[in-house]
């Protein structure tokens, strides 16, 4: 776009990101992209503006270009950025500057003095500009051209230089919220004065349209059948007609876990106005004050639940304890028995027991009961099987809840393609203790004795004996088949549970069963339902389906008019003053980092110190990206990886329309009439979905034909072909083609959706062809993008067919991990240790489809999290050698539950891991290879792969030494009588 504004011209159309780096003084525009990699990295391109040609640099791994002034050498960073907001990092992937130039054989790092990141190269005069941390704070340094005579230029002290760029020999750079111009010539630094006029649009009250986005939790009252909903504040929406009330109005405050108080006229929840989350209780009309119940918070606090009668209030925090609250005295006493781990907890219909479930030490889930009155505890159910759900019947007599105890294999036997294992479907039956000695099954038919059983008790005169004695000998089964139940309720006429189905994308279904003693069978109340909830009084449930919620009687039969009930949610709507709202995310993610990181201690960051610097900048970022830009910053001080910041209300265009792709890399040619095809990527013939569009063999398409046409314009109308195949993804196109010999014609192409997949599959698929051809067959090949559920499916895929050849690599170079570590080593450690031989076919051996051969792992520095979890336990489990390059360095494993109120996430690592020797293992470093080989950038760009083939080499060394040939069967026994 012009300097002085206007309409910008767009020039690339690759369906990947392309960031504009430099110019090369000829005046061509350098930009990344990783569309013409195979394995996704970062490539320099050069565009020429005058004549739309692009031109790909040499090399195979490049980014933050900058280029000296004959334009023939290139500074570039290599690996490129991790994307993890880490500060000091040291690990594999730490940028390092290097240099290429044009006609010399291999590029050259520069920046060996140093493992931390170097990063931003700006050539002048004959010195590299560069940005390091080497001083412990990112400023700006430089170095000859050569790597040598380091100097430091910046001083900041309080906040890392960030981007830079240098013209004329001066350096603009960013350091907290300023821009700073440094002056080479005169070494003279100092803040640039900006004043920008703009109506910061950004920075408007803002109308939340859609709340229900921003829904996490829903609730029903006891009586009048409210529901309340905890968005970025509280509202109570009436069952059925009537007023919608905003119960909280205060900005910037979270409210989270809001439920109704027994008498439906307050609703307890966490409240983080003070600065921490503390019980709050509010008006359900909205008319008056709210009322702090605590003060003393220090930590995350969860899902507080009110006693029947209101005199305590339950509630769980972050370290794993569960507390009992009483509103009246302030009192609070901790239940929870250790820091296993909690799950659902549930009052008695009396107030005086409250029942909770516990993770014992060997990770199975246990129902323990507490005596409020008496401080005394008693195990329901013991640590042999989970146990979950409990709650209490209506009449106090009983406890229901779920358990695993049902053991039915869908796969009965080892003996079968790709070795099956046990599959456990409908591992959940539900039962119920009797709590009295005396107590009879609800469920149990009438006899003789007994002709009738006993109607329940009226709750308000309900008192709960129990007789601990025996308890957990009185455990009776429901007379329901097992399934996969979950969440279940209780009221005087049913049980109510979840039920889910099998397989993928398995529906889940609100279910009934009769509480009687003739033979009771399940009720489908309703299909495809996310969630429900029992109103207190058991009269109502509160139904949830996609983003919509209904409230239907709870009783026995199928809810055939559900959408009756639906909660009108049409009129919904909030405003938000974005300046408080950032204030509150910004200290919600502080506060949710001191709460879910690992180390108590924050490595020894001063947390607090952090909030305070890092706090003032708030009131300087206009945009929700900044915000996310600012936390990343603080969280960043912790020097941890896995600490990404990603989500949230962030501002994005309503016109978005990916490029589809033909499946090949091509050039513009004038000359010839439009693209020429350079390759047509390649992908396994045994799954031809995964085909590029051009390889369709119907279509007799080449290498080096020219392609003219797309749907009738001229490719060379556009300044990328690609521009011709915006949303043309799996739709017939018509496309005009010129051999080489001049000839011309049409055919019609169905171009792929995208061209991400194809190209990895292209670079999988070469890599496995160089290995069966370099390794004489004899050597499987097996690559694994992450660690996923879809990785899995992968590694059955690719390591089955070989896994009796001798020798074998796995292949985690760029694994972006996942939790499958442990079943790939699990199936690598499997033994052969007897062998089957009938009277034809070759010898298989047991246990079934173990390798016996030598196997190596591939890394190199963006194997992560997972894949170098992997990657170490080959190392220590003995199984082989690890070849590559120092890995990522990312070993402290998380969740996703920080999440912020406006679904942004700052992750905190949660897990850390270690070593017998008692060392953290990985974090920060890297997994360290046995054998060390670098890909160099510019012979890898040519096709060579010296990684790979170092692995080979090795393997054919040990195959020489150790064949691991199967043993010959040994002559049959002659049992002939003489």
Known sequence: MPVNGGLPSRWTFEGESSIATTWTPQGELVYTTSHYSTLPQLQLVKLNLKSSVKTR??????????????????????????????????????????????????????????????????????????????????????????????????????????????????????????????????????????????????????????????????????????????TRTNFVAPAKGGRFVQASRKEGVRYRDTYFMPDGKEVVTLSDESGEFELVKIPVSGVGAQTQLTKDGKILRFNPIASPDGKWIAYEDL?????????????????????EGLSTYSWSPDSKWISFVQYAANSFQQIHLYDVVKGSYIALTTDRANSSSPVWSPDGESIYFISDRNFQSLVGSPWGS???????????????????????????????????????????????????????????????????????????????????????????????????????????????????????????????????????????????KLNDGKIDLSGWTFSLDPKEDWKQLFTDAWRMERDYFYDAAMHGVDWNGMYKRYLPLVDRITTRSELSDLIGQFVGELEALHTSVRGGDLREGNDKIDPASLGARMTRVEDKGGYRIDYIYKTDPDYPNQMSALADPDLEISVGDIITHINGETT????????????????????????????????????NKGENNLRYSDWEYTRRLETDRLGENKIGYVHLRAMGSSDISQWYREFYPVFDRPGLIIDVRSNRGGNIESFILEKLMRKA???????????????????????????????????????????????????GTRTWGGEIWLGSQNTLSDGGLARAPMTGVYGPERTWLIEGWGVVPDIEVDNLPHETFLGKDKQLEAAIKHLQDLLKADPRSVPAPPPYPNKAKN
């Open 57 to 230: 640099v040499p090399l195979e791994q490049a980014s933050e270009a900058a280029y000296d002034a004959s334009g023939k050498t290139v500074f570039f960073v290599r690996p490129s950025y991790h994307r993890n907001v880490t500060k000091r990092y040291k690990g594999g992937t730490a940028r390092q500057i290097w240099k290429y130039t044009d006609g010399t054989p291999e590029a050259i790092k520069l920046t060996t003095d140093y493992p931390g990141e170097s990063h931003h190269p700006m050539w002048w005069n004959g010195r590299v500009y560069f940005i390091t941390d080497r001083d412990s704070i990112m400023n700006v340094w430089s170095m000859t051209d050569d790597g040598k005579d380091l100097k430091q230029h910046s001083k900041q002290t309080v906040f890392d230089v960030r981007y830079a760029s240098q013209a004329n020999g001066k350096i603009v750079y960013q350091s907290g919220a300023d821009l700073w111009l440094y002056d080479i010539a005169s070494g003279k630094d100092q803040v640039i004065p900006i004043s920008l006029s703009s109506d910061l649009d950004q920075l408007r009250e803002r109308w939340v349209k859609n709340p229900q986005e921003y829904i996490t939790s829903v609730h029903i009252n006891r009586g009048e059948f409210r529901c309340d909903h905890s």
């Open 319 to 339: 370290s794993n304890d569960l507390w009992l609250f009483n509103p009246e005295t302030k009192a609070q006493k901790k239940i929870s028995t250790n820091k």
């Open 418 to 560: 790709r070795q099956p294992e046990p599959y456990f479907d409908r591992q959940e039956k539900i039962y119920h203790i009797s709590l009295r000695k005396s107590g009879r099954s609800p469920f149990k038919p009438a006899d003789e004795l007994t002709p009738e059983n006993a109607k329940p008790k009226e709750n308000s005169n309900v008192v709960v004996t129990i007789d601990a004695a025996g308890i957990q000998q009185r455990i009776k089964e429901v007379p329901l088949p097992p399934g996969n139940y979950f969440n279940l309720s209780v009221n005087d006429k049913a049980l109510y549970f979840m039920s889910s189905e099998t397989g993928l994308n398995a529906k889940r279904h609100l279910m009934a069963l009769p509480i009687a003693n003739q033979e009771p069978k399940p009720v489908t109340l309703t299909e495809d339902v996310r969630n429900y909830e029992l109103s207190g009084n058991g009269k109502k449930l509160l139904i949830s389906k996609g983003r919509d919620y209904y409230v239907a009687e709870a009783g026995t039969s199928a809810l055939s």
């Open 716 to 751: 060379l109308s556009v300044p990328d072909i690609n521009a011709l195949l915006r949303n043309q993804g799996d739709k017939q196109v018509r496309v005009g083609i010129t051999s080489p010999s001049g000839a011309k014609r049409e055919v019609i192409v169905v171009p």
């Open 833 to 883: 240790w007897f062998y089957f031989k009938g009277r034809s076919g070759e010898p298989t051996w047991n246990m079934q489809y173990a390798f016996r051969g030598h196997m190596v792992v591939l890394v190199n520095e963006n194997t992560a999290s997972d894949g170098e979890a992997f990657a170490e336990g080959f190392k220590r489990l003995g199984m082989g050698k690890v070849i």
